[in-house]
């Protein structure tokens, strides 16, 4: 079946970066654009930003531009998040999500048909 | 401060219909669809409502979204104890060029 399967839970210190991974499977992995949202405990979701996993090309949100990475490795189908100089105010819930927009024309939000269970990011 | 307006709570009883109303601007629910998703505790959010106010497989038909302007809104109806839940709207907003969420309005079933 269609799933995202994430890294496991991450303990991290003020000024410090975190990595969390996203295995995708049941599906092309290079098909279909891939979000990472997050949500801060008692919080609503917030968007990171995407990345098309056929070309490789991000787009971040503005409040992090400077300080997340979005990469993925074709390979092993599994898409990356960094986020560097981590603060208290980063701990939360990230999740990553599957557009059900194909990387074969441009980007078009269509929804987040498919996520992962969450990794839990820690930051004290 | 999210850009999409939900209110915090709602809660019914079994059996009821239930609406969850979703605020925003021209520059997002107004020129753009609007999907909603549900998020049961302690897991990750799930698609409710895709493009044109469809439901994905496997989504009951209790579950039914509509659009006016620049408002949006989720019924339940025939409301059941696992319907408790948060739920999120979500569009795109042409000005910020992403995905923006409400902040969720958590229905409990009394």
């Known amino acids: 079946q269609v799933q995202l399967v994430q890294s496991g839970a991450e303990v991290k210190k003020p000024g410090a970066s975190v990595d969390v991974s996203c295995k995708a499977s049941?599906?092309?992995?290079?098909?279909?654009?891939i979000h990472w949202v997050r949500q801060a405990p008692g919080k609503g979701l917030e968007w990171m930003g995407w990345i098309n996993p056929h070309s490789g090309v991000a787009n971040y949100a503005q409040k992090f531009q400077g300080r997340v990475s979005m990469t993925r490795d074709t390979s092993v189908s599994t898409a990356y998040v960094e986020l560097t100089r981590l603060t208290s105010d980063d701990t939360a819930v990230y999740f990553c999500?599957?557009?059900?927009?194909?990387?074969?024309?441009?980007?078009?939000?269509?929804?987040?048909?498919?996520w992962g269970q969450g990794t839990t990011v820690s930051v004290s | 401060q999210s850009v999409l307006t939900q209110a915090p709570s709602v809660s019914g009883t079994p059996g009821q219909r239930v609406t969850i109303s979703c605020s925003g601007s021209?520059?997002?629910?107004?020129?753009?669809?609007v999907y909603w998703y549900q998020q049961l505790p302690g897991s990750a959010p799930k698609l409710l409502i895709q493009?044109?106010?469809q439901r994905p497989s496997g989504v009951p038909d209790r579950f039914s979204a509509s659009k006016s302007g620049t408002s949006a809104s989720l019924a339940i109806s025939g409301l059941r104890s696992e319907d408790e839940a948060a739920y999120f709207c979500?569009?795109?907003?042409?000005?910020?060029?992403?995905?923006?969420f409400g902040g969720g309005t958590k229905l409990t079933v009394l």
């Open positions: 493009r044109k106010n």
């Open positions: 049941g599906y092309s992995f290079t098909a279909y654009y």
């Open positions: 021209n520059s997002n629910i107004g020129s753009n669809y």
């Open positions: 979500s569009t795109w907003d042409d000005s910020l060029s992403s995905p923006v």
């Open positions: 999500a599957r557009d059900g927009q194909t990387t074969t024309g441009p980007y078009y939000y269509n929804a987040m048909d498919v």
